[in-house]
């Protein structure tokens, strides 16, 4: 089975301008999630998705955006570029499991986008 | 090779030592932890998880323990190989409609020597 793929791999913007992601998940997977990382900040939750809902969001300005679509692909957009946008964007989608002692969600994740703001 | 922070946690070992990666998490309301390795280049990998009503959980050469009374998470790797070098990184989940909100730990890269 594929995994989770992200186009584009590494991307170079300017500051003001924005910028397009794209993920599709694993066959099957119906959540998306979307995560920047950043050498100062680690890891951290922009939103997820579920059945072209946003389920869930992260503490990131209106600035950043998502959608998904029927067929579960998602992506994210950044408006008005910043410097510190600077950062390795990953995708992960979930297999989600209903067990006796609650949810368990195995998330899978891209190689990411590296997008580099000047 | 991708880093995921300038000033990460180092653990040294030699191949075939074990290896303990420690996690301190902040919300005594998370219910459900992960712990991630994340390659060079990569994006994390699923580990292992445990969730809030055990302490102990084993998997293939892994085992996770989780003390909830002082928030600690604890990652042990039995018979490191070079090939687990790596960051590691634990998340705590919280539960919240029908699935998960996440935080991260800043991750301790984990360096085997041959």
């Known amino acids: 089975k594929a995994g989770v793929t992200q186009t584009p791999r590494y991307l170079i913007k300017t500051r003001g301008q924005q910028v397009t992601l794209s993920c599709s998940p694993i066959?099957?997977?119906?959540?998306v999630s979307w995560y920047q990382q950043t050498p100062g900040q680690g890891l951290q939750f922009l939103f997820e998705y579920f059945s072209e809902t946003q389920r869930n969001k992260g503490n990131f300005p209106g600035r950043f955006s998502g959608r998904q679509f029927s067929n579960s692909r998602s992506e994210m957009n950044v408006s008005t570029l910043e410097l510190g946008d600077s950062a390795l964007y990953l995708c992960?989608?979930?297999?989600?499991?209903?067990?006796?002692?609650?949810?368990?969600?195995?998330?899978?994740f891209g190689p990411g986008t590296r997008l580099l703001v000047l | 090779g991708e880093s995921v922070g300038l000033h990460l946690p180092t653990l040294s070992v030699q191949e075939g030592d074990n290896s303990i990666i420690n996690c301190a998490y902040s919300?005594?309301?998370?219910?459900?932890f992960i712990w991630y390795k994340q390659e060079s280049g990569k994006g994390p990998q699923f580990i292992i998880d445990i969730r809030s009503n055990m302490d102990k959980r084993q998997g293939q050469r892994v085992t996770v323990l989780l003390n909830k009374t002082v928030k600690h998470l604890s990652l042990q790797i039995a018979a490191t190989q070079p090939g687990d070098s790596a960051v590691y990184f634990c998340?705590?989940?919280?539960?919240?409609?029908?699935?998960?909100?996440?935080?991260f730990g800043r991750g301790t890269s984990l360096i085997v020597h041959p």
């Open positions: 919300n005594s309301a998370s219910d459900y």
């Open positions: 066959s099957g997977h119906r959540s």
């Open positions: 998340a705590e989940n919280r539960g919240t409609g029908g699935s998960y909100i996440p935080t």
């Open positions: 992960a989608s979930s297999l989600v499991s209903r067990l006796a002692g609650g949810i368990q969600e195995t998330q899978y």
